[in-house]
């Protein structure tokens, strides 16, 4: 009798957005493309979409690719039409779109500042909302349904501004709820942490000898995490490893926040 191979995501269609920069959302599209899945990019960035998709397939995967601004409904609700178009379902969504916004070392000046307020909540929390709203249906509709948000070790701590922690503590606390609701529909909705990731956002900072004296002593395992550290947790999370998991919270930090 053969084995069934729990990662294998042959039959999947992932949608995936954040995609464009060397990060989480990228790196996902790529690993879930090596286990089978075709993928679906978004981002506001054409340049950088075409790019990975001419790598993915350049491995042999299947990809393409949508703009898309996911504080925008009506753009959120394209992308998730496109995919289906496309590829003729949607099983998978991995919500990677993100910004920090202003930087906490501004004070009460940039903590209270009402246009970043807006900017980081409408990309962060808005964008994640929208895509749930109208991709899940289409999820439900083959039986194996994972939405995976991209939150952060802010979400349990105070780890940056006030409008970024404040967007990933929303993401937190919508993870039960979302996967009580979706969860007779057959859908899973779990929530990913990373903690500190060498991304193109972070990478300057990983250069920077003051700011790693200052952190590395904080993370037990005494690296920064890599992208690829994050793509297979979202892997799992996609797959029939993790088909008996919903409402929950994948922290990925090497021991940062405990």
Known sequence: MEEKDFFDLSDRVALITGASSR???????????????????????????QE???????????AAYKTCNVADPNECKAAVEACVAEFGRLDIMVLSAGIS???????????FDIDNWKNVQSINLDGVFYMVKY?????AKNG????????????????GSVAYTATKGAIRSMTPCIAKLLAPHGV???TFYPGFIDTDMTHAATEYEPFVKSKLPNIPMGRFGDVDDCAYGVLYLASDASRFMTGQHLVVDGGELC
């Open 144 to 159: 194996a349904g994972s939405i995976i948000p991209i939150a952060s070790l802010a979400a349990w701590k105070a780890a």
């Open 135 to 139: 991709g899940w249906e289409e999820c």
């Open 52 to 62: 990975t998709v001419a790598e993915i397939e350049a491995a042999g995967g299947t």
């Open 23 to 49: 990060g989480i959302g990228n790196q996902s599209a790529k690993v879930l493309a090596r286990y089978g899945a075709k993928v679906f990019l978004t981002a506001r960035r054409e340049d950088k979409l």
């Open 101 to 111: 916004g202003l930087s906490i070392s501004g004070g009460t000046d940039t903590a």
């Open 188 to 190: 899973r909705f779990n």
